[in-house]
């Protein structure tokens, strides 16, 4: 059973970069042809998608946050991570990371997900 466990701070400083690690257990993130993705879910809207890895290694960004975004990956301990730099209180929301049988921008698409982690920017 593959399961998906985000890691990283509760609270980060406006300015700073946010990083987030997904830890996959149960299955290999570079299994075709999965995608890999981060989705946040700000307080009291829809959800967000990021980013996405695939299987191989390729990357897709939200256009609208492709100039702070960046999504990597270490097959050696079948994580992979997020860094969002400069962030502002905006940036407070529930970040998930979550799988998708193809690569894609689509949340629904996803169809396993980690618990979700609280993330707040606040000075």
């Known amino acids: 059973q593959v399961q998906l466990q985000e890691s990283g701070p509760g609270l980060v400083m406006p300015s700073q970069t946010l990083s987030l690690t997904c830890t996959v257990s149960g299955g290999s993130i570079t299994s075709s042809y999965y995608g890999w993705g981060w989705i946040r879910q700000p307080p009291g809207k829809g959800l967000e998608w990021m980013a996405v890895i695939a299987y191989d290694g390729v990357t897709f960004y939200d256009p609208s946050l492709q100039s702070r975004t960046s999504i990597s990956r270490d097959t050696s301990k079948n994580q992979f991570s997020l860094h969002l730099s400069s962030v502002t209180p905006e940036d407070t929301a529930v970040y998930y990371c979550?799988?998708?049988?193809?690569?894609?921008?689509?949340?629904?698409?996803?169809?396993?997900w980690g618990q979700g982690t609280q993330v707040t920017v606040s000075s």
């Open positions: 979550a799988r998708a049988p193809v690569v894609t921008a689509t949340p629904e698409e996803y169809d396993l």
